[in-house]
């Protein structure tokens, strides 16, 4: 990136970060503004662009509100994942947790609730809550539409100020990945939103949450085994990157893992943790690692250690934390690592 550029966008955050005045007629800024852009500038991602920009998303890289250059994940040093067991206790009723283990910290979940009629729904909840060593109330931010639109596997973006969902349209039929954004420092969050990804997705679909690289990458589990990955083009479109068929990998002893999917990246990109299973063992958590994001998946598969059978894991990028569903019992787990 040009270093004007940086140091335009790095301007306008600031200028934003001390307070954004109102034009009338301008749309808010939902993630790093606490109200809207100058009226020479738009509301791209978060943060305050010239209109001319494409896009300038919260956590892709382009721009870091700390200062850092945004790293190269080719060329970082991953951190070493943990070989025995960690401390591990029972959370809350849900499934398909992911969190931001940060200051400003944010944890969502999806549970299948009973609605004012009696009917079973889905439903997605968050909270701002110390979800490693406490046990936060979750409030409801959004849930299925009778009739009209449902609402499964959120996925809680590193940034801890966006999600990705998938989007079962009743009404019209198909299957979307849908972003919602929050308001900073709150728990209101946007209807989920269809993002363009230039392919067809079958229903079922499973998203991830979005890596932090430039551009960000993220993976989508089409089918048993066939994933796809993909780039983000511009703010809300997205390009297939490749498409992976996995049937299995090997581990380092020549054991078979096989692979049942619920996969996502890690911030970096190059970590891809997984639901697997060797034959006559628990389902576990499991991880591949790739030199770059330009290559496939083909690694040797290892097992992150827990306690109990592994449904929809999500591992931190420093190696520090799980969260998992134990579906025996509708139960989501933490797992702090030593």
Known sequence: MAIGYYRQVRAAWILCLVGCYRPSGEAPCTVACTTVCP????????WCVESSDQTCPFDSGLVDPDGIVPHDASSNTLCDPPTGLGLESGLEMGEWASARIA???????????LDMQNNLIGVVRGTSGDVIGGNPSFVRLFGDEAGNTQYRAPRLAPSGLELYVRIEMLATGGTRIGRSVRTATTDLWTTPIPIAINTVLSSGVLPSPPTTTTPRHMVIMNGVQTMIEIRE????????????AIASFSTAMSETVAFLGEAHLTEDGRRLVFRGQITSQPVGAFYVERASLDDAFTGSATRLPTMGSVSQPFFTSDCKYMLYTRESEGFVYRVVYQ
Do not use: I
């Open 103 to 113: 200051p400003d910290r944010y944890a969502v979940k999806f549970n299948f609730e």
């Open 233 to 244: 083009a511009s703010l809300g479109s997205w390009h297939v990157e490749r498409t992976q």
């Open 39 to 46: 009226s020479h500038l738009q509301c791209r991602g978060g």
